[in-house]
Structures are given as C-alpha cells and as structure tokens.
C-alpha cells in the first residue's frame, strides 16, 4: 500500500512566521502535489513536482514556495505566514504510467495566529 | 463559472436509503474520473476511477459516466452510518502529470 506520510498533523503558527510542511511518500512516485481545503472552496493545488529539483505552479502559489530535493520528500514553505493561510493542507502523489490517480496523506491542519 | 461542479450539501439520509451524488464539469477534454470520500480528519482515500463514458460497480458503490452531457454520478447502495463522509469528484485530462481538478464536495450523513 502507498503511504503518504505528513509530518504533523496539526500546528499552530505566528504571522510572520515562516512554517515548513513536509511529506514523504514511499512509493518512488515522480509526482507530488500540495493542497489546501477550505470549506466551500474544496481542494485547490498550490504547487506540484514531476521530478527531483523540478516544481510548477499551481492555481494558488501566492505566499507559498516548494522544495523537492529527494524524490520521496516534498516540503512545502510559508515564506511569511499570515492568517489567510489557515488551512487544511494535503500532500498526494502520484505514478507516471501507474493505473491509480494520486494517494493523499491525512493533512496537516495549520493555524496562523 | 468553475470548471467542476458539485453540490456541498449537506446530505443526510436514513440507513438503507440509496444515495446519488452528482458533478457537473464544463471541459469536455477531461477523460479520467475519480470519486474520493474523506473522513473527518483524514485524507481522501479514492473509490472509484473511470476512464471515458460508461458505468463502474464495485460492491454497493456505482460509478457513472455521461460525456454527452458532462456529467458524472456515484450511486451508493444499501448506505450504512460508516458511508458518512465528505465526497469528492475529481478529474484530469489524460495524464498530465496526473493534475486533478476537484469538486468541492458533499457532505453525506447516513442515520441510524
């Protein structure tokens, strides 16, 4: 079975702060995809990767960067947290070829203060 | 307009009802269909995936498919309280690099 590990489950941030999200798979998957989930809103991706060191923007990268050094890590980074950026935030990744769409790990829900 | 469509909800039914949950889409290129359901506080886990137009059964869970009419259907069966949920339907064209675009889903709450 795929597994999409998040590294925390929930966290409690500052504004200004900056807050790092990590993920790891353990499939070798070459795509990783983050999330946010807001109610009304569903899931929009903010960014993804198709391989190591390589990321592409989602619908909604403002305020957001990536890192994709390992195949099986993918981080995402709040440069300058602030509190429109409380969400539920959801990695998933995802096969070339493979017959399944993306697995997603359980989320980690973050709160900026 | 988005380009997916799904009704929030909330849905709430009595145990044993049949359920019907519906997407509507705009962009006839999508060719992958998905339905995840999402627990409280967990990840979407997927159900069901189809490709193309065409009908998907696996137990009580039906998947369906109109291209014609860019609309899509899960059909859940006998429904139980552990059916309670959120649904997402999601999409992609071809394989993008396996980019999906999402409904905001139903919220489904089956009672005893």
């Known amino acids: 079975d795929v597994k999409v590990t998040q590294s925390s489950r929930y966290l409690v941030k500052r504004t200004g702060e900056k807050v790092f999200l990590e993920c790891v798979q353990d499939?070798?998957?070459?795509?990783m995809f983050w999330y946010r989930q807001d109610p009304g809103l569903g899931l929009r991706l903010i960014y993804f990767s198709y391989d190591v060191k390589m990321k592409e923007k989602g619908d909604i990268p403002e305020g957001y960067s990536v890192s994709r050094e390992k195949k099986e890590r993918f981080s995402l980074i709040l440069e300058s947290a602030s509190t429109n950026q409380t969400s539920m935030y959801l990695c998933?990744?995802?096969?070339?070829?493979?017959?399944?769409?993306?697995?997603f790990g359980d989320g980690t829900r973050l709160s900026i203060l | 307009q988005k380009e997916v469509e799904q009704d929030p909800g909330p849905l709430s039914v009595p145990e044993g009802a049949i359920v019907s949950l519906n997407c509507t889409y705009s962009?006839?290129?999508?060719?992958?269909f998905m339905w995840y359901r999402q627990y409280s506080r967990k990840g979407p886990e997927l159900l069901m995936y189809t490709y193309s137009s065409g009908n998907k059964e696996d137990g009580r869970f039906t998947a369906q498919v109109d291209k014609s009419s860019k609309y899509i259907s899960l059909f859940i069966r006998d429904s139980q309280p552990s059916d309670s949920a959120t649904y997402l339907c999601?999409?992609?064209?071809?394989?993008?690099?396996?980019?999906?675009?999402f409904g905001q889903g139903t919220e489904l709450s089956v009672k005893p």
């Open positions: 962009n006839s290129a999508f060719q992958y």
């Open positions: 998933a990744s995802f096969h070339t070829g493979g017959s399944q769409p993306q697995h």
């Open positions: 499939m070798d998957h070459e795509n």
């Open positions: 999601a999409m992609r064209i071809g394989n993008q690099g396996g980019k999906l675009i």
